[in-house]
């Protein structure tokens, strides 16, 4: 029994760290080639739906492995839940530790600039499609504000927790694997 809780905890902060390095991987491939700047506040909905359905895939790929190799190919809900979890947990430390390092060191200046192109952007749009001028300014000034480096890195935090319990969920529910489950060879 030691022995599997030692493993839960090794694997998944294996696998959380594997994870975060590939969303790290992701966000400078974004950053460098300026995509959110480029595609806007629809480009940035279809980058977040994307990075959902790469965690689902990660975490999926990621538990069913440590079922395999950990569990000799079982695994309950619970298990699966708590591995999945554990795997987001540190993904999400790893990540924040690198978004506080980018935003006070690598690129101080991001949100500032990001937050200007999306203005921008947004107000072209609105233009384009005939918003009354009211609109335009009262959606604007939603941009005015931007977000100290605390509040963007408590969001992020909040956000890879919640999508990531929602998502260890649907994992562990099609992860999980009883004894009687196993078809003999």
């Not at 760290?17 to 590939?22: D, E, F, Q, R, V």
């Not at 190799?69 to 591995?83: D, V």
């Not at 929602?166 to 004894?179: C, F, M, N, R, Y």
């Amino acid at each position: 029994m030691e022995e599997k809780s030692t493993s839960i905890w090794k694997s998944s902060l294996t696998y959380g760290a594997y994870m975060a390095l590939i969303s790290i991987a992701i966000s400078v491939i974004i950053w460098a080639g300026g995509l959110i700047e480029s595609m806007g506040i629809f480009g940035s909905a279809i980058i977040g739906l994307l990075s959902f359905v790469i965690t689902f895939l990660l975490l999926l790929f990621f538990t069913k492995a440590y079922r395999n190799k950990e569990l000799n190919g079982i695994i309950s809900f619970k298990q699966a839940f708590q591995f999945a979890m554990l795997v987001v947990i540190f993904s999400v430390l790893i990540t924040t530790i690198y978004n506080y390092i980018f935003h006070t060191l690598i690129d101080p200046e991001y949100m500032k600039n990001l937050m200007a192109v999306l203005q921008q952007k947004t107000m072209n749009y609105m233009e384009k499609v005939g918003a009354p001028e009211a609109q335009i300014e009262k959606t604007l000034e939603k941009f005015s504000e931007i977000p100290t480096i605390w509040k963007t890195l408590r969001q992020g935090i909040v956000t890879g927790l919640i999508a990531g319990a929602v998502i260890s969920l649907i994992v562990a529910a099609i992860v999980k694997k009883k004894e009687e489950d196993i078809v003999p060879e």
